[in-house]
């Protein structure tokens, strides 16, 4: 209640006026196609039939062209002479809005980095964890420089300095960077993972014959995966979010469908309350679906 009238009391401020009726058409809308005449001839006949209307053209060697056109559209009557393209009417049919095209772009760019990210964490904490130097070194340096420099700074660098060497395109780029960004945090919480099972648990494997790589699979990885769960739905939700950054290369997610929806509609609340409410509904089922794989994992120790 506090909530809703502070935002009633600060929109009254500016008197903002709302326009609700405005947002509909950002989600899904009838989009309009013309049907155009093929060639010169004359309109033979206008059947209309519910919403539709059929109309039959004649071209000037006897060619019938007919098209089928929402009946409150029909821009010719029988025995009108046309020409070749000459608008008779339109098609209506539903499509995504630009907030519905910005989610869909959002959640496949959330889904293709995270699995990376997902990939290339886990062989950087194995990496810092193993026995060789040159591994273990280059593993940290990748962590350290992706952690000390801003996500916005690495995206603009894999857009305009390795995107254009290498001819990438932008959302390439963008899960690119988005993939190593995620994964030197994932390798962290990996390695802490790990690193909490104790000592006994890996001696205690490789008593049993396992090998090195066995031990690590069968027995650790399990236990440690228990234990990284809620920091890594933690980091996923953030991958969500840091989404929004790509819009500075030009990819259209959800923030930026959500800008350009305000430029038209000039409702600019109404527009940012529902991007955020797009977002809850991609991030509350992934932290829900977290819970219950913990509390499902937590009853098999």
Not at 144 to 167: A, D, H, K, S
Not at 186 to 211: D, P, Y
Not at 284 to 298: D, T, Y
């Amino acid at each position: 209640m506090v909530m809703a009238y502070s935002l009633w009391y600060s929109t009254s401020l500016i008197s903002y006026e709302w326009r609700w009726n405005r947002v509909p058409q950002y989600f899904a809308y009838q989009a309009e196609v013309a049907q155009r005449a093929a060639e010169y001839g004359t309109v033979t006949e206008v059947a209309e039939d519910g919403d539709t209307a059929q109309v039959t053209l004649t071209a000037e060697g006897g060619e019938e062209q007919v098209l089928r056109v929402a009946r409150d559209s029909v821009q010719v009557t029988r025995g009108d002479d046309i020409s070749e393209g000459d608008v008779v009417g339109v098609t209506r049919h539903w499509t995504a809005g630009p907030l519905l095209w910005g989610l869909w772009t959002t959640l496949w760019i959330s889904v293709v980095s995270g699995a990376f990210g997902l990939a290339i964490g886990l062989f950087t904490g194995l990496c810092r964890l193993s026995n060789n130097p040159t591994l273990r070194d280059l593993s940290t340096v990748y962590v350290e420089l992706v952690r000390g420099t801003p996500l916005l700074v690495q995206i603009f660098i894999f857009y305009f300095f390795i995107g254009t060497v290498l001819n990438l395109s932008r959302e390439f780029a963008g899960v690119a960077a988005l993939a190593l960004f995620t994964g030197a945090y994932v390798g962290e919480i990996v390695r802490a993972g790990v690193q909490s099972i104790a000592r006994g648990q890996n001696e205690a494997a490789r008593s049993l014959g396992l090998t090195a790589g066995q031990s690590m699979r069968h027995v650790i990885l399990p236990q440690a995966f228990k234990r990284v769960l809620p920091p890594l739905a933690g980091q996923f939700i953030s991958l969500v979010k840091d989404t929004s950054l790509v819009s500075v290369i030009a990819i259209t997610e959800l923030t930026k469908s959500g800008r350009e929806a305000i430029t038209t509609s000039f409702s600019t609340f109404e527009i940012w309350f529902c991007v955020a409410a797009l977002y809850l509904v991609i991030n509350l089922p992934l932290s829900q679906i977290a819970s219950r794989l913990e509390r499902r994992l937590g009853k098999s120790d």
